[in-house]
């Protein structure tokens, strides 16, 4: 009989009723219970004992070839579980990096904005005291040439 677990991508088959076979145990199973590993990648034991205890594969009967067989794609499974996870993290990781890349380019873009306005604002008032500084001149010229006049006239 097939159930789900409280993930919907993981299955776990659980059996009803009486069976010649151990009954399951309540802890998990780890590498030290078992004296066949049937040539497994040693890193399999390592994928699901980082699980959370609700994940971790039941003990597997070592005399049932069912129950290793299952037991084996339980430690696959919890291997996929803990790449997809690694990857998630990796992935919320990039986007906090790339959040704080893009507020730092908006102060950046506003800091930009910014200056330029402060630039056009210099530049209008450079502009108008240029305006004024020639109109001054002029104003002291017509005085420095009336006084002459006045000079020569006197």
Same mark, same amino acid.
């Given at each position: 009989?097939?159930?789900?677990?409280?993930?919907?991508?993981?299955?776990?088959?659980?059996?009803?009723? *009486?069976?010649?076979?151990?009954?399951?145990?309540?802890?998990?199973?780890?590498?030290?219970?078992?004296?066949?590993?049937?040539?497994?990648?040693?890193?399999? *034991?390592?994928?699901y004992l980082t699980l959370d205890h609700q994940l971790q594969?039941?003990?597997?009967?070592?005399?049932? %070839?069912?129950?290793?067989?299952?037991?084996? $794609?339980?430690? %696959?499974?919890? $291997?996929?579980?803990?790449?997809?996870?690694?990857?998630?993290?990796? &992935?919320?990781?990039?986007?906090?990096?790339?959040?704080? /890349?893009?507020?730092?380019?908006?102060?950046?873009?506003?800091?930009?904005?910014?200056?330029?306005?402060?630039?056009?604002? &210099? &530049?209008? /008032?450079? %502009?108008?005291?240029?305006?004024?500084?020639?109109?001054? !001149?002029?104003? &002291?010229?017509?005085?420095?040439?009336? $006084?002459? !006049?006045?000079?020569?006239?006197?």
């Amino acid at each position: 009989v097939s159930s789900r677990s409280s993930s919907p991508s993981v299955r776990m088959i659980t059996t009803s009723g *009486p069976t010649s076979e151990k009954p399951a145990r309540s802890h998990p199973w780890t590498p030290d219970d078992s004296t066949d590993t049937n040539g497994s990648d040693n890193s399999i *034991p390592m994928a699901y004992l980082t699980l959370d205890h609700q994940l971790q594969p039941l003990a597997p009967c070592p005399n049932s %070839k069912e129950s290793m067989a299952v037991f084996e $794609q339980h430690c %696959k499974m919890a $291997q996929e579980y803990m790449k997809v996870q690694t990857e998630i993290a990796l &992935l919320l990781q990039r986007k906090q990096e790339l959040v704080a /890349e893009l507020d730092q380019d908006e102060k950046d873009q506003q800091n930009t904005s910014r200056l330029v306005q402060e630039h056009k604002k &210099l &530049l209008d /008032e450079n %502009k108008s005291l240029s305006t004024y500084y020639q109109q001054c !001149k002029k104003q &002291l010229e017509v005085i420095r040439s009336q $006084q002459q !006049k006045r000079q020569g006239t006197s």
